[in-house]
T-cell receptor, first 111, second 113 residues
Framework: GQQLNQSPQSMFIQEGEDVSMNCTSS?????WLWYKQDPGEGPVLLIA?????ELTSNGRLTAQFGITRKDSFLNISASIPSDVGIYFC???????????FGGGTRLMVKP | DTGVSQNPRHKITKRGQNVTFRCDPI?????LYWYRQTLGQGPEFLTY????????KSRLLSDRFSAERPKGSFSTLEIQRTEQGDSAMYLC???????????FGSGTRLTVV
Protein backbone atom coordinates (compact mmCIF):
# COMPACT_ATOMS: atom_id res chain seq x y z
CA GLY A 1 0.00 0.00 0.00
CA GLN A 2 0.87 3.68 -0.12
CA GLN A 3 3.56 4.93 2.24
CA LEU A 4 3.34 8.58 1.26
CA ASN A 5 0.69 10.87 2.66
CA GLN A 6 -0.20 13.53 0.12
CA SER A 7 -2.42 16.49 0.94
CA PRO A 8 -4.77 17.96 0.15
CA GLN A 9 -6.65 15.24 -1.71
CA SER A 10 -8.37 17.83 -3.88
CA MET A 11 -8.43 21.57 -4.42
CA PHE A 12 -10.87 23.80 -6.29
CA ILE A 13 -9.37 27.22 -6.89
CA GLN A 14 -9.88 30.36 -8.93
CA GLU A 15 -7.67 31.02 -11.93
CA GLY A 16 -4.73 33.18 -10.89
CA GLU A 17 -4.48 31.80 -7.36
CA ASP A 18 -1.40 30.10 -6.01
CA VAL A 19 -1.53 26.43 -5.00
CA SER A 20 0.46 24.44 -2.50
CA MET A 21 0.49 20.69 -1.92
CA ASN A 22 2.78 18.45 0.10
CA CYS A 23 3.85 14.91 0.80
CA THR A 24 5.12 13.33 3.98
CA SER A 25 6.66 9.94 4.52
CA SER A 26 7.44 7.73 7.47
CA UNK A 27 10.71 6.72 5.83
CA UNK A 28 13.62 8.56 4.24
CA UNK A 29 13.84 9.05 0.50
CA UNK A 30 16.89 10.01 -1.53
CA UNK A 31 14.90 11.36 -4.46
CA TRP A 32 11.60 13.18 -4.61
CA LEU A 33 9.69 13.54 -7.86
CA TRP A 34 6.53 15.42 -8.75
CA TYR A 35 4.32 14.22 -11.61
CA LYS A 36 1.12 15.47 -13.27
CA GLN A 37 -1.39 13.06 -14.74
CA ASP A 38 -4.19 13.94 -17.15
CA PRO A 39 -7.21 11.63 -17.55
CA GLY A 40 -6.39 8.48 -19.51
CA GLU A 41 -2.69 9.28 -19.70
CA GLY A 42 0.44 8.27 -17.84
CA PRO A 43 2.14 10.57 -15.32
CA VAL A 44 4.44 13.25 -16.74
CA LEU A 45 7.46 14.39 -14.75
CA LEU A 46 7.36 18.02 -13.57
CA ILE A 47 10.27 18.37 -11.16
CA ALA A 48 12.97 16.05 -9.77
CA UNK A 49 14.75 16.72 -6.46
CA UNK A 50 17.95 14.90 -5.51
CA UNK A 51 19.35 16.66 -2.40
CA UNK A 52 17.89 17.45 0.99
CA UNK A 53 17.01 21.13 1.16
CA GLU A 54 17.04 21.51 -2.61
CA LEU A 55 14.60 24.07 -4.01
CA THR A 56 13.92 23.75 -7.74
CA SER A 57 11.71 25.71 -10.10
CA ASN A 58 10.20 24.86 -13.47
CA GLY A 59 8.32 27.86 -14.79
CA ARG A 60 5.45 28.57 -12.42
CA LEU A 61 6.21 25.42 -10.43
CA THR A 62 8.51 25.29 -7.41
CA ALA A 63 9.30 22.20 -5.35
CA GLN A 64 11.43 21.58 -2.30
CA PHE A 65 13.11 18.49 -0.88
CA GLY A 66 12.63 18.60 2.90
CA ILE A 67 15.66 18.72 5.19
CA THR A 68 14.53 15.59 7.04
CA ARG A 69 14.28 13.73 3.68
CA LYS A 70 10.77 12.72 4.73
CA ASP A 71 8.76 15.43 3.03
CA SER A 72 8.43 17.58 -0.06
CA PHE A 73 6.12 20.31 -1.28
CA LEU A 74 5.03 21.63 -4.67
CA ASN A 75 3.82 25.17 -5.29
CA ILE A 76 2.10 26.39 -8.43
CA SER A 77 1.90 30.16 -8.85
CA ALA A 78 -0.74 32.06 -10.82
CA SER A 79 -2.74 28.97 -11.75
CA ILE A 80 -4.28 28.67 -15.22
CA PRO A 81 -7.01 26.32 -16.52
CA SER A 82 -4.50 23.91 -18.09
CA ASP A 83 -3.07 23.23 -14.62
CA VAL A 84 -6.12 21.03 -14.03
CA GLY A 85 -5.16 17.42 -13.37
CA ILE A 86 -3.90 15.10 -10.68
CA TYR A 87 -0.52 15.81 -9.12
CA PHE A 88 1.49 12.98 -7.59
CA CYS A 89 4.57 13.03 -5.43
CA UNK A 90 6.89 10.03 -5.60
CA UNK A 91 9.90 9.03 -3.54
CA UNK A 92 12.81 6.71 -4.21
CA UNK A 93 14.79 5.24 -1.30
CA UNK A 94 18.56 4.82 -1.12
CA UNK A 95 18.32 1.16 -2.11
CA UNK A 96 16.00 -0.37 -4.67
CA UNK A 97 14.61 0.90 -7.91
CA UNK A 98 10.93 1.34 -7.21
CA UNK A 99 9.13 4.63 -6.74
CA UNK A 100 6.53 4.97 -4.02
CA PHE A 101 3.70 7.30 -5.01
CA GLY A 102 1.40 9.45 -2.92
CA GLY A 103 -2.35 9.26 -3.34
CA GLY A 104 -2.50 12.34 -5.53
CA THR A 105 -3.92 15.86 -5.32
CA ARG A 106 -6.76 16.59 -7.76
CA LEU A 107 -6.57 20.22 -8.87
CA MET A 108 -9.53 21.97 -10.39
CA VAL A 109 -9.23 25.57 -11.67
CA LYS A 110 -12.21 27.80 -12.24
CA PRO A 111 -11.67 30.30 -15.08
CA ASP B 1 7.48 9.80 -31.36
CA THR B 2 10.27 8.34 -29.24
CA GLY B 3 8.32 8.03 -25.98
CA VAL B 4 7.20 4.88 -24.18
CA SER B 5 4.53 3.07 -26.18
CA GLN B 6 1.93 0.73 -24.68
CA ASN B 7 -0.54 -1.51 -26.46
CA PRO B 8 -3.42 -1.92 -26.35
CA ARG B 9 -4.70 1.32 -24.79
CA HIS B 10 -7.86 -0.38 -23.60
CA LYS B 11 -8.77 -4.02 -23.00
CA ILE B 12 -12.09 -5.44 -21.87
CA THR B 13 -12.04 -9.12 -20.99
CA LYS B 14 -14.24 -11.66 -19.32
CA ARG B 15 -13.29 -13.00 -15.93
CA GLY B 16 -11.09 -16.05 -16.26
CA GLN B 17 -9.53 -15.08 -19.58
CA ASN B 18 -5.83 -14.42 -20.08
CA VAL B 19 -4.59 -11.03 -21.27
CA THR B 20 -1.21 -9.78 -22.45
CA PHE B 21 0.02 -6.19 -22.64
CA ARG B 22 3.03 -4.88 -24.47
CA CYS B 23 5.42 -2.05 -23.63
CA ASP B 24 8.03 -0.56 -25.96
CA PRO B 25 10.40 1.62 -23.91
CA ILE B 26 12.54 4.49 -25.14
CA UNK B 27 15.17 2.70 -27.23
CA UNK B 28 18.28 3.69 -25.28
CA UNK B 29 16.69 3.02 -21.87
CA UNK B 30 17.89 -0.23 -20.34
CA UNK B 31 15.60 -0.07 -17.30
CA LEU B 32 11.91 -0.90 -17.59
CA TYR B 33 9.21 -0.82 -14.92
CA TRP B 34 5.60 -1.96 -14.64
CA TYR B 35 3.17 -0.22 -12.31
CA ARG B 36 -0.52 -0.70 -11.62
CA GLN B 37 -2.90 2.17 -10.86
CA THR B 38 -6.44 1.79 -9.58
CA LEU B 39 -9.00 4.58 -9.66
CA GLY B 40 -8.22 7.40 -7.27
CA GLN B 41 -4.84 6.00 -6.26
CA GLY B 42 -1.23 6.58 -7.17
CA PRO B 43 0.67 4.00 -9.23
CA GLU B 44 1.97 0.94 -7.35
CA PHE B 45 5.17 -0.84 -8.31
CA LEU B 46 4.87 -4.31 -9.85
CA THR B 47 8.23 -5.26 -11.32
CA TYR B 48 11.53 -3.96 -12.72
CA UNK B 49 13.86 -5.12 -15.48
CA UNK B 50 17.43 -4.13 -16.18
CA UNK B 51 18.03 -5.20 -19.76
CA UNK B 52 16.47 -8.69 -19.96
CA UNK B 53 16.87 -9.52 -16.27
CA UNK B 54 13.87 -9.19 -13.97
CA UNK B 55 15.53 -7.88 -10.81
CA UNK B 56 12.67 -6.84 -8.55
CA LYS B 57 9.12 -8.07 -8.08
CA SER B 58 6.45 -6.68 -5.78
CA ARG B 59 4.31 -8.93 -3.63
CA LEU B 60 1.43 -7.44 -5.65
CA LEU B 61 2.66 -9.60 -8.53
CA SER B 62 0.74 -12.78 -7.77
CA ASP B 63 1.38 -16.14 -9.44
CA ARG B 64 -1.16 -15.21 -12.11
CA PHE B 65 1.06 -12.36 -13.28
CA SER B 66 4.17 -12.83 -15.37
CA ALA B 67 6.39 -10.30 -17.09
CA GLU B 68 9.11 -10.83 -19.63
CA ARG B 69 11.65 -8.76 -21.50
CA PRO B 70 13.25 -11.40 -23.69
CA LYS B 71 15.73 -9.31 -25.67
CA GLY B 72 16.10 -6.39 -23.33
CA SER B 73 13.91 -4.21 -25.52
CA PHE B 74 10.10 -4.50 -25.38
CA SER B 75 8.34 -6.14 -22.45
CA THR B 76 5.11 -8.05 -22.01
CA LEU B 77 2.92 -8.39 -18.95
CA GLU B 78 0.54 -11.35 -18.90
CA ILE B 79 -2.31 -11.89 -16.48
CA GLN B 80 -3.77 -15.38 -16.37
CA ARG B 81 -7.28 -16.23 -15.19
CA THR B 82 -8.22 -12.60 -14.79
CA GLU B 83 -10.31 -11.51 -11.82
CA GLN B 84 -12.45 -8.39 -11.40
CA GLY B 85 -9.89 -7.05 -8.95
CA ASP B 86 -7.35 -6.96 -11.77
CA SER B 87 -9.26 -4.06 -13.36
CA ALA B 88 -6.81 -1.15 -13.35
CA MET B 89 -4.51 0.98 -15.47
CA TYR B 90 -1.23 -0.84 -16.15
CA LEU B 91 1.60 1.62 -16.66
CA CYS B 92 5.02 0.98 -18.12
CA UNK B 93 7.98 3.29 -17.61
CA UNK B 94 11.61 3.31 -18.66
CA UNK B 95 14.78 5.08 -17.58
CA UNK B 96 18.41 5.30 -18.58
CA UNK B 97 19.83 4.89 -15.09
CA UNK B 98 18.71 4.35 -11.53
CA UNK B 99 18.97 8.07 -10.79
CA UNK B 100 17.35 9.05 -14.05
CA UNK B 101 13.77 10.10 -14.13
CA UNK B 102 11.16 7.69 -15.40
CA UNK B 103 9.25 8.29 -18.63
CA PHE B 104 5.81 6.71 -18.41
CA GLY B 105 3.71 5.39 -21.24
CA SER B 106 0.01 6.23 -21.60
CA GLY B 107 -0.96 2.94 -19.99
CA THR B 108 -3.29 0.05 -20.78
CA ARG B 109 -6.66 0.25 -19.08
CA LEU B 110 -7.94 -3.23 -18.26
CA THR B 111 -11.58 -3.86 -17.44
CA VAL B 112 -12.54 -7.36 -16.29
CA VAL B 113 -16.27 -8.06 -16.55
Amino acid sequence: GQQLNQSPQSMFIQEGEDVSMNCTSSSIFNTWLWYKQDPGEGPVLLIALYKAGELTSNGRLTAQFGITRKDSFLNISASIPSDVGIYFCAGRPNAGNMLTFGGGTRLMVKP
Amino acid sequence: DTGVSQNPRHKITKRGQNVTFRCDPISEHNRLYWYRQTLGQGPEFLTYFQNEAQLEKSRLLSDRFSAERPKGSFSTLEIQRTEQGDSAMYLCASSLSREGSYTFGSGTRLTVV
